[in-house]
């Protein structure tokens, strides 16, 4: 009823491109990447903060009355290391869209930073959040590999048998 193709490659069309890739290539480019990535976030964030999408009584707010910078720098921190983390596990597995996970996860976390200027510990928490959403999704990418390597392997047993 569900059977599968006997030859998956057969299936998808040679023009079709894959989202997921492996991302290897020498340290600076990863670090280029992270910084780059990091950057967008943020400053998507803060560009999404200066104004507001409705009235006052629904929404966001926009940015909050008091120091940026604070807010700013800590989650170009948090993106950094967000940003490392998708990267170091793109750079072994294929990864769906590393940019867009890392760019979604800092933008949201600066923007709810500047619309409500949340203490340090509230600041934290949306950081472990955005960490937890960044595990998952590579994750996903780790078991998605490894069971196409167990799938290489057993068909490769039964060629041989």
């Known amino acids: 009823m569900n059977d599968l193709p006997d030859n998956p490659d057969a299936s998808v069309g040679s023009d079709d491109s894959e989202d997921a890739e492996v991302r290897p ?10 910084v780059a990535v990091t950057a967008a976030g943020v400053a998507l964030g803060w560009v999404g903060a200066l104004f507001r999408i409705g009235p006052e009584e629904f929404g966001l707010p926009p940015a909050a009355p ?3 910078r604070p807010y700013l720098l800590a989650w170009t921190a ?3 290391a967000l940003a490392a983390v998708l990267r170091f596990v793109a750079a072994k597995v294929p990864v769906y869209e590393p940019e867009t996970a890392a760019i979604g996860v800092v933008l949201i976390g600066t923007r ?3 619309g409500w ?3 340090p510990l509230e600041v934290a928490g949306i950081a472990a959040v955005g960490l937890l959403l960044v595990a ?7 078991r ?6 167990r799938t290489e392997e057993v068909s490769r047993v039964r060629g041989t048998a």
């Open 136 to 142: 998952v999704w590579c994750a996903v990418a780790l």
């Open 117 to 119: 200027r949340p203490e």
């Open 25 to 34: 290539g020498p340290l600076w480019r990863h670090a280029v990447w992270v």
């Open 78 to 80: 948090i993106g950094l």
């Open 144 to 149: 998605g590999a490894a069971v196409v390597r």
């Open 112 to 114: 709810l930073s500047l």
């Open 66 to 68: 008091g120091a940026l």
